[in-house]
């Protein structure tokens, strides 16, 4: 029988080895989806609730495997739900491809119904490789270098097809001129710096007393070798938000997130450090590095435009980080001196304390930090976690001890909300025998989570383990924006725009037949993890939090103060509950006569 072109592009996805494409069916890529299902299960497709919701499965996928993640849709609508979660895998660095079907070839510059000019939609996001196909024998070039660029670039990629093309004959290139003759296959290269390179690094990094390291998602294969490195220099080290999974948070040196959601340990390390080795991380705030001129600096990056961008860096080295510190670290010249690393130590220790402390504080009616903190010390071995942007990702940041052999990851880059549950279903598909925990602000599961959950209604019977659990936290309350309001604006909450309503979650998980649990007392907080955990079926867990309780920066500065002061004097509509709740954490940071370890 003839082979369509549809059928062409499912045996050149799984020649590839794409095995799990994420997606919404309709008319403009009909022709793909019956491939698929003619090609009886070569490739899994797990039909997502909304476009964008599979683009961030495909986006979290490629996150977790490391391998290409593939979404699809329809024309029109269906592309232009797919961009935003796009972005989230594109500002990433994750290889995408995403394939989108498109009105017949003829009907294109009519005005059609659905008719959108995708190639100029998505040249933007997918800028490193995004073509529309206009015959049968092209689309086997489009294929590869579509994959081939997006694993090479770690970039988005796009392929267009007109519905009347994913129908039509399939036909191989003609040997004559014009014609291109692709082949499958891609293995990425072993990239280090030149010795000579290494070497200048070395003598910078061999100079410093105070060495500190901040890693990110580069640094997630390269544990065993960032550890041996900090080992030589007697260094610290901070992760950005992509790298938590990057160095267990039980050595004594590691100080945890760095930034607004960061530690105050991490921030100290900032501050105080000699000299800096970034590795694989392209953390965005300037301001909680080193003051410009403090520091001597080394970045490893695997992208050349992300060198030197956030700190100017004395050495730029270019190479994938475990290979990159494997031949920096016979260069490294042990330090004799501990006491860096024992300050750290110290500091960190009194840090931990001090979080449980806060942790432990009443509050109206549940301390939204105990939610994180009550879960650290029970989280199973081998655990995949997310968090959504708002006020949750700070708990998740600060309070979740990473342990070796979990995973965890958040929308870093584009911080949207909305990424925790399709993260948590990809995370599933990729490793279904292991536990899966997302973190979930009430504001995004009422932006588009909820309706996810009934795609973990329809496939978690089919997962090895069915460990999955979705904590809400419900707060009625846009949060993280509330207090941004108050202390970046000096504003008090507009409720109008912060108000939203209250939704029993975990009623809603009860009516699709997953378990729900409710929790509005604090002491009932732990039993109710470990009940989450022994399920034998996917959990929502509500808790209802207390949305006066601040998800402060590590360092509160004087500005800040001003504003938070201005907006108490313009009077605040929670302005009871959000003296109580920031006096109960560390209003006496910024008080007068009051000094925070910082100062």
Same mark, same amino acid.
Do not use: N, R
């Given at each position: 029988m003839t082979q369509t072109v549809g059928e062409f592009l499912v045996e050149r996805l799984h020649a590839w080895g794409v095995r799990t494409i994420f997606g919404y069916p309709g008319d403009g890529i009909n022709g793909v989806f019956g491939a698929l299902n003619r090609a009886e299960g070569k490739i899994k497709f797990v039909q997502a609730r909304h476009e964008e919701m599979a683009a961030f499965m495909a986006s979290a996928y =490629?996150?977790?495997?490391?391998?290409l993640g593939v979404c699809i849709s329809t024309s029109g609508p269906g592309a232009s739900h797919l961009v935003t979660g796009l972005y989230d895998a594109r500002l990433d660095h994750m290889p995408v491809l995403a394939i989108a079907g498109q009105q017949s070839r003829d009907a294109l510059g009519g005005h059609y119904q659905q008719e959108v000019d995708l190639p100029s939609l998505l040249k933007d996001v997918a800028g490193a490789f995004v073509q529309q196909a206009s015959s049968p024998a092209q689309v086997r070039h489009l294929v590869d270098r579509g994959v081939r660029v997006a694993l090479a670039e770690r970039r988005v990629t796009a392929i267009v097809l007109p519905n009347d093309l994913q129908q039509a004959a399939y036909e191989e290139p003609a040997r004559v001129h014009g014609t291109l003759h692709s082949g499958v296959g891609y293995s990425r290269p072993k990239t280090v710096p030149y010795e000579s390179d290494l070497r200048r690094a070395a003598e910078v990094l061999n100079a410093g007393k105070k060495v500190a390291i &901040? $890693?990110?998602? +580069? =640094?997630?294969? =390269?544990t *065993?070798?960032?550890? =041996?490195v900090a080992d030589r220099l007697g260094a610290g080290a901070a992760k950005a938000l992509l790298g938590k999974a990057a160095l267990p948070d039980d050595l004594p040196w590691v100080t945890g997130a760095i930034g607004l959601l960061g530690t105050e340990p991490s921030y100290r390390l900032m501050s105080e450090? *000699? @000299?800096? &080795? /970034?590795?694989?991380?392209?953390?965005? !705030? %300037?301001?909680?590095l080193p003051e410009e001129g403090q520091a001597r600096g080394v970045q490893i990056d695997l992208a050349p435009d992300m060198l030197s961008l956030r700190y100017p860096m004395e050495v730029n080295l270019v190479g994938d980080a475990a290979e990159t510190l494997r031949a920096l670290l016979p260069l490294l010249v042990a330090k004799e001196d501990t006491a860096w690393r024992e300050a750290i130590a110290r500091s960190l220790a009194k840090w931990w304390k001090r979080l449980e402390e806060r942790a432990m504080q009443p509050a109206a009616p549940v301390n939204p930090q105990r939610v994180a903190w009550e879960l650290s010390p029970r989280l199973p071995e081998? $655990?995949?976690? @997310? %968090?959504d942007s708002g006020s949750c990702a700070n708990w998740y940041a600060r309070d979740l001890r990473i342990r070796r052999g979990m995973m965890a990851s958040l929308s870093g880059g584009l911080a949207s909300m909305g990424a925790a549950v399709p993260y948590a279903i990809a995370a599933k598909f990729a490793y279904p025998d292991r536990p899966v925990i997302a973190l979930v602000g009430d504001g995004a599961m009422q932006m588009n989570n909820m309706a996810e959950l009934i795609t973990v209604a329809k496939y978690w019977r089919e997962w090895a383990s069915p460990h999955w659990i979705c904590c809400v936290f419900n707060n009625e309350d846009l949060n993280q924006v509330t207090w941004e309001q108050r202390v970046m604006e000096g504003d008090p909450k507009f409720e109008a725009s912060q108000d939203i309503p209250n939704v029993p979650y975990h009623r809603f998980a009860e009516?699709? +037949?997953?378990?729900? &649990? !409710?929790? *509005?007392?604090?002491?009932? &907080?732990g039993s109710a993890w470990e009940q989450a955990l022994a399920c034998e079926r996917p959990v929502v867990l509500e808790v209802k939090t207390d949305p006066e309780v601040p998800p402060l920066p590590p360092h509160i500065t004087f500005q800040q103060a /001003?504003?938070? %002061?201005? /907006?108490?004097?313009?009077? *605040?509509?929670?302005?009871? +509950?959000?003296l109580k709740g920031t006096a109960r954490q560390v209003l006496s940071a910024i008080l007068p006569g009051h000094h925070s370890e910082n100062e």
């Open positions: =490629a996150k977790f495997t490391g391998e &901040l $890693v990110g998602a +580069g =640094a997630l294969e =390269a *065993d070798e960032v550890i =041996a450090c *000699d @000299t800096l &080795l /970034m590795v694989g991380s392209g953390f965005p !705030y %300037s301001e909680f081998q $655990v995949i976690l @997310t %968090s009516l699709i +037949g997953l378990e729900g &649990l !409710y929790v *509005d007392q604090p002491a009932e &907080l /001003m504003h938070y %002061s201005e /907006m108490l004097l313009k009077g *605040d509509p929670k302005e009871g +509950g959000v």
